[in-house]
């Protein structure tokens, strides 16, 4: 099946820092990949929405300046969080959609891993 | 974003018991996704669901879809220690986007 990693698992990083997070799909190629964070205990919240090549669409009340969205490749989408601060510690996890081997394309979405982000 | 609901919040049943686990949505939905994530961890697709079908089997899961009342159920015959997790169903609208569920905490006595 179609596999998704996520780099760093997880990350401890200072006030201040920026913090770069990426999703690759390993064996398929991501038209779109979305990002999500999920706090303790609930559901998750998307966050953003990305094609291959464009800019990625935020969803309301998240900060397109803040958390920086780059899906350069068929099979990169990376995630920066700029000058984290406590608060934005979570649970952040990618997911993608596209086209499998067999030029298949998929309504399902593969999720990666997740990483977990502590901001001190 | 319209979140779907699920019920009920939390589960706990003995082990070799039945599991079964309800979401409900809002609007008319391209297909219906079934995941599961342990603790701290990523999440696991089970069962995709399209809205023409009514009912779809996978190992000891089985999903069933009611468009006409906008729900699905999860069923996990024979439980096991090892599936106690988090359950969420997402729906699937034209632009491909989920729509979760909070989640069902399910907690398998052995």
């Known amino acids: 099946g179609a596999v998704v990693s996520q780099h760093p698992s997880w990350v401890i990083c200072k006030s201040g820092t920026s913090v770069k997070i990426e999703c690759r799909s390993l064996?398929?190629?991501?038209?779109?990949m979305f990002w999500y964070r999920q706090f303790p205990k609930q559901s998750l919240m998307l966050m953003a929405t990305s094609n291959e090549g464009s800019k990625a669409t935020y969803e309301q009340g998240v900060e397109k300046d803040k958390f920086l969205i780059n899906h350069a490749s068929l099979t990169l989408s990376t995630l920066t969080v700029t000058s984290a601060h406590p608060e934005d510690s979570s649970f952040y996890i990618c997911s993608a959609r596209g086209r499998l081997a067999g030029g298949i394309d998929t309504d399902t979405q593969y999720f990666g891993p997740g990483t977990r982000l502590t901001v001190l | 974003s319209q979140q779907g609901e699920e019920d009920p919040q939390a589960l706990s049943i003995q082990e070799g018991e039945n599991a079964t686990m309800n979401c409900s949505y809002k609007?008319?939905?391209?297909?219906l996704q079934w995941y599961r994530q342990n603790s701290g961890r990523g999440l696991v697709h089970l069962i995709l669901i399209r809205s023409n079908e009514r009912e779809k089997h996978s190992g000891r899961l089985r999903v069933t879809l009611d468009t006409s009342k906008k729900s699905s159920s999860l069923l996990i015959t024979a439980s096991r220690a090892a599936d106690t997790a988090s359950y969420f169903c997402?729906?699937?609208?034209?632009?491909?986007?989920?729509?979760w569920g909070a989640g069902t905490k399910l907690i398998i006595k052995p």
């Open positions: 064996d398929f190629q991501a038209t779109t």
């Open positions: 997402a729906t699937v609208y034209s632009n491909y986007q989920l729509i």
């Open positions: 609007t008319s939905i391209n297909n």
